[in-house]
């Protein structure tokens, strides 16, 4: 495959970022007022105003929320450059940074994986606001996996995909500025978590992938486990996470042709479609929640399974490692490489 070159990859990624903070700007207000970034926003303003933010956002509270702050401290910290500006801006810049470090993590195989950057599911993760994007990109720049401990439960899923020392410095090290700011914040993040089941009982707006029909095939991507989008693929489906188009942002690392990328990108806009024409008929948030997790299970993990499967089970990993599972059979062991395949 022929690789970016870094000039032009940086200016792509640039522009990507620019049409993702358009996008983001345009759908500001529009599709939910409730943009996923702004509790942060809110929190983040909190903080440098000397309150708690557990105290200030959430249903009820100075800052109108409708549930309360389900983000450790360490993601209100990250988001604190944020708070200076309005809102919409907080937001726009939140989306550009995002779709940018997301479009240069495609590159790492070339053009064509650039494909997948024209999917449903980023265009719905810049307009939510979420950070599925910003997090993909430590599949190829290991330094922002100090962001995974912003959303700790996809972060692990991020994490067993690509492991780093990034990962756990730099959260330990966000974990005890945390600790210096608000001593309290993790019995105070645990009462959030509560509150918010207790809110949402008898239903539950998490659901592991591989818990529906369909979605346990994506367990099938471990006969390749030396390669990091298979981990990433069996991991995001085994964890609980919130079943929305934005949360399959990271399958498009899968890709590795324009045909692969393209064949995601038009899967995710017909699931869309499907989507909105299929959810507004089911009366109860938690059945469409249900609805939204089989659709994907599916649909979308199934093909980015097929495509994982077409690999061989290649790749490098620590020499201790290599020295543990050296007498394991071969169809196991798979084949070892300098460099990730």
Not at 57 to 74: H, I, K, M, N, S
Not at 92 to 113: K, N, S
Not at 130 to 149: C, E, H, K, N, Y
Request: a positive charge; aromatic letters at 12%.
């Amino acid at each position: 495959m022929r690789a970016v070159p870094p000039r032009q990859r940086f200016a792509l990624a640039m522009l990507c970022g620019f049409v993702c903070a358009w996008a983001t700007l345009r759908a500001f207000g529009v599709f939910s007022p409730h943009v996923d970034v702004l509790q942060l926003w809110g929190a983040g303003r909190a903080v440098l105003n000397g309150q708690d933010p557990y105290q200030i956002v959430g249903p009820g509270l100075e800052f109108e929320w409708p549930w309360p702050l389900l983000y450790p401290l360490p993601a209100v910290l990250v988001a604190l450059p944020l708070a200076p500006f309005t809102a919409v801006a907080a937001t726009t810049i939140f989306g550009g940074v995002a779709g940018a470090v997301f479009a240069w993590a495609l590159m790492e195989h070339g053009y064509p994986p650039l494909a997948g950057f024209f999917s449903a599911a980023l265009m719905a993760a810049v307009r939510a606001g979420q950070w599925s994007p910003l997090l993909a990109g430590a599949m190829v720049a290991p330094v922002i996996g100090v962001l995974f401990i912003c959303k700790p439960t996809v972060g692990l899923a991020y994490f067993i995909a690509r492991p780093s020392w990034w990962a756990v410095g730099g959260g330990a090290v966000l974990a005890l500025v945390s600790f210096a700011v608000a001593p309290t914040w993790v019995a105070e993040w645990l009462a959030a978590i509560k509150q918010n089941a207790e809110m949402w009982y008898p239903d539950t707006s998490y659901r592991p992938i591989i818990t529906e029909p369909g979605g346990v095939f994506a367990l099938a991507c471990l006969l390749r486990w030396r390669r990091y989008e298979a981990r990433l693929v069996a991991a995001i489906a085994s964890v609980p996470l919130t079943p929305m188009p934005y949360e399959v942002v990271a399958l498009f690392l899968v890709p590795r042709t324009a045909g692969e990328a393209a064949a995601l990108s038009a899967a995710s806009w017909a699931v869309q479609f499907w989507l909105d024409h299929a959810i507004p008929s089911i009366p109860t948030i938690g059945g469409r929640y249900d609805y939204t997790a089989q659709v994907m299970a599916a649909t979308m993990y199934p093909l980015a399974t097929l495509m994982v499967l077409r690999r061989s089970n290649e790749g490098a990993l620590p020499p201790w490692l290599e020295e543990h599972i050296a007498g394991w059979p071969r169809w196991i062991r798979g084949r070892a490489v300098t460099a990730t395949a």
